[in-house]
């Protein structure tokens, strides 16, 4: 199954703009969700179809998909958007989880 | 409020069985997709499995295929893991979950995979394989 690829950590400072990566072939022909999770909790949905916002999640959150690489996008990102970061999409049947990125907020 | 807590998790020794179940509310499970996705200590997210919302359609991880079986119970909102032939590397945290397309009639006999999305996830239940 294709894999997707995470830069396995990024360090933003707080009100700044942070982007998550997500690389896979073709990967822009497929939807994207992305996933929110902080120590010792369960996984959040912050992301689906690419770029669409569940209810609840704040609007500095965005996505796009093009090409070979999924973005998640955090504007004035907050201490509390400090979480690992997963993308997920499907392929061949298969749902696939990118390896995640930790996300440090300092 | 919508909510799926799982259970049946423990201590099992390699080569054993083990069966999760993910009690549902909130919501009218029939009509949704789920899943199992697990996470082993200090690892990232791993999908397991995902069932349609008739049941028919079931679609499992290459790492599991042939020992895991994933089923529900419309009836007593609840979804299933049966683990047979388990490995140390399936030790891990298993969590079920909730797809965020809702389905009707023949549309859940399978998986639309364009509006596939996790929206809610349970707390998660340990299972560790070790002699």
């Known amino acids: 199954s294709n894999e997707l690829r995470q830069p396995p950590s990024l360090s933003v400072s707080p009100g700044q703009t942070a982007s998550v990566t997500c690389s896979g072939d073709k990967l822009g022909e497929k939807y994207v969700c992305w996933y929110q999770q902080k120590p010792g909790q369960s996984p959040v949905l912050v992301i689906y179809q690419d770029s669409k916002r569940p209810s609840g999640i704040p609007e500095r959150f965005s996505g796009s998909n093009s090409g070979n690489i999924a973005t998640l996008t955090i504007s004035g990102t907050q201490a509390m958007d400090e979480a690992d970061y997963y993308c997920?999409?499907?392929?061949?049947?298969?749902?696939?989880f990118g390896g995640g990125t930790k996300l440090t907020v300092l | 409020e919508v909510q799926l807590l799982e259970s049946g998790g423990g201590l099992a020794q390699p080569g054993g069985s083990l069966r999760l179940s993910c009690a549902a509310s909130?919501?009218?499970?029939?009509?949704?997709?789920m899943s199992w996705v697990r996470q082993a200590p200090g690892k990232g997210l791993e999908w397991v499995s995902a069932i349609s919302g008739s049941g028919t359609s079931t679609y499992n991880a290459d790492s599991v295929k042939g020992r895991f079986t994933i089923s529900r119970d419309d009836s007593k909102n609840t979804l299933y893991l049966e683990m047979d032939s388990l490995r140390a590397e399936d030790t891990a945290v298993y969590y079920c979950?909730?797809?965020?397309?809702?389905?009707?009639?023949?549309?859940?006999?399978?998986?639309?995979?364009?509006?596939?999305?996790?929206?809610?996830w349970g707390q998660g239940t340990t299972v560790t394989v070790s002699s």
């Open positions: 909130g919501f009218t499970f029939s009509n949704y997709v």
């Open positions: 979950a909730k797809d965020q397309a809702f389905c009707t009639g023949s549309s859940c006999s399978f998986i639309n995979i364009d509006y596939y999305a996790m929206d809610v």
């Open positions: 997920q999409a499907w392929d061949s049947s298969h749902v696939v």
